[in-house]
């Protein structure tokens, strides 16, 4: 599945199935990685096929994407940005300002996500006997398999040079990884929230969804975005989960206390509990998290381990 328009054709068909499954799809186009998302744990809203860079996660970057609109039965192409974390990087003002918001384009406020990025083109998508059609959404005109693979390596080709692109070079987030801890504390997260289900957490506590789409991952407040708020299976009450990707100190105890407190308050629930994962503690922190069980607050600790290994394919 390599040509533009089968990849496509397969997605548009899929986010009216309700599949939820990915793993068939190509992991990388043009240098880039390609991931495809059509929700966790329900089928989204807006489905999405993402290109990103060394560096960047869906979760904390800009990228071109593929946003389809289902209840518009509108595809857009887009200048990625993403919603949950702002990065320090973007795509340059000279695109941006000649470019419109999605939610000015398709007129909603924020029933609907991602309106933030900006589009590149749109397309209008007709079905029909399980044929898919692309109409350019501003001039009616049909969209053949060479002009959506041109569109595509377009946006792809500003990317890189906004960017200045080295693709997998010696400073990428995997080489950083071998050496046994995270790069970025966004990865931590990224990482857990891929393979939930394969870890201790996934045993015992529910990632939050809201019409299908995930909010767990840096829940929102007013003091701030908690890393991760999930619920415990056995009991229902909320658990935040605060990441640290190297040591951490007894600092944080006081910050997830914040966040705890927060729970209580604003989500009703006085069962809240806290869980710091990191690579390793200090002292102090083993001291602060002894006196917050004396206050009754239940806070846990868990060491993460990197393990890399390679097997050698023989076939």
Known sequence: ?????????????????????????????????????????????????????????????????????KDFDVLVLAYGISETTEHKQTWPYKILQNSRKINDYLSFNREYRYGESYVFKAYKIDIKNNEVNYIDNDNSNTINSSELSNDLQDIINQYKDSIQLETRNEDSIVTQNLQGRFYLESQMEEFIIDNWDETELGTK??????DGELKSKQY???????????????????????????????????????????????????????????????????????MSESYGLSIGFFRYELDFRLIEDHT
């Open 205 to 210: 506590y529910d990632l939050i969804y809201e």
């Open 220 to 290: 929102r407040t007013s003091i701030g975005p908690i890393d991760l708020l999930v619920k415990e299976k056995e009991s229902g009450c909320h658990v935040v989960i605060e990441l640290k990707k190297n040591q951490t100190n007894d600092d944080t105890v006081g910050q997830i206390m914040r966040y705890m407190g927060w729970v209580k308050e604003n989500l009703n629930d006085n069962d809240v509990k806290g869980i710091i994962i990191a690579q390793d503690f200090t002292e102090g922190l083993r001291y602060a998290l002894r």
């Open 1 to 69: 599945m390599d040509n533009c328009k089968e990849i496509l054709d397969n997605f548009i068909l899929q986010a009216h199935e309700g599949d939820l499954r990915f793993g068939h799809y190509p992991r990388e186009r043009s240098g880039l990685t390609m991931r495809v998302s059509f929700g966790q744990g329900g089928p989204a809203k807006v489905p999405w096929i993402a290109f990103i860079t060394d560096g960047m996660l869906v979760s904390n970057g800009f990228y071109p994407v593929y946003l389809y609109y």
